[in-house]
C-alpha cells in the first residue's frame, strides 16, 4: 500500500510540475514514475521512516495548527520590533523532548525554528537549546505545548 501512495504522490507531483497533458507525455510521465517506484524498491528506500505515510491523517492537522502558531508569532515579533524602545528580552532556554524517534525530535525543532522569534541552536540527544527573542517564547516553549502536540503527531495522532 504504501509503495502504491508513493507512485500516486510521484505521479501527481510530476503532472503539476509538467502541466503537460498529452497522452504521450502522459504516458512517459507514468513508465518514470514506475521506473522510480521499482528502483526505489529494490533500493529498500520506501520505508515508514523515509515515507511515513501513516503521518498524513495526523498532519491535517498538525500542519493548520503550526501555520496559526507561526501566524501569531510572526505578529508578536512585529510588535516587538515596531515599539518605539524596542524592549526585547532575548534568552536561551532549554527544553526537553518527549518524542520517541530522531525524526519526532528533528520536526520538534524544526518546529521551533519555524516559528518566528524562536531558533533551535543545539540538540544533545533530547535536550533543545532554543534562543527566543523575547522571555514570553521561551516560556511558552517550557511549558511544553508545541512539545505535546509533536509528540501527537509523531504518534500519528
Known sequence: MRVISFGVILYLFWLALSGYFKPFLLIGGLLSTLFVLYTARRMKLIDAESYPAHLFPAASTYWP?????????????????????????????????TQTTP???????NSIT?????????V?????????????????????????????FEKGG
Not at 525524526?103 to 525543532?109: D, K, L, M, Q, V
Request: charged share 20%; aromatic share 6%.
Open 103 to 109: 525524526a519526532g525530535i528533528a520536526t520538534y525543532g
Open 124 to 152: 544533545d540527544g533530547n535536550i533543545l537549546t532554543v534562543h527566543a527573542l523575547e522571555r514570553g517564547g521561551a516560556v511558552d516553549l517550557e511549558e511544553g505545548g508545541m512539545d505535546a502536540r509533536v509528540s501527537r
Open 65 to 97: 495548527w503550526l501555520l496559526w502558531e507561526i501566524i501569531k508569532a510572526g505578529w508578536a515579533v512585529t510588535k516587538a520590533v515596531l515599539r518605539p524602545k524596542l524592549d526585547i528580552t532575548p534568552t536561551m532556554t532549554r527544553v526537553i523532548a
Open 114 to 122: 519555524l516559528t518566528p522569534g524562536t531558533i533551535t541552536t543545539g
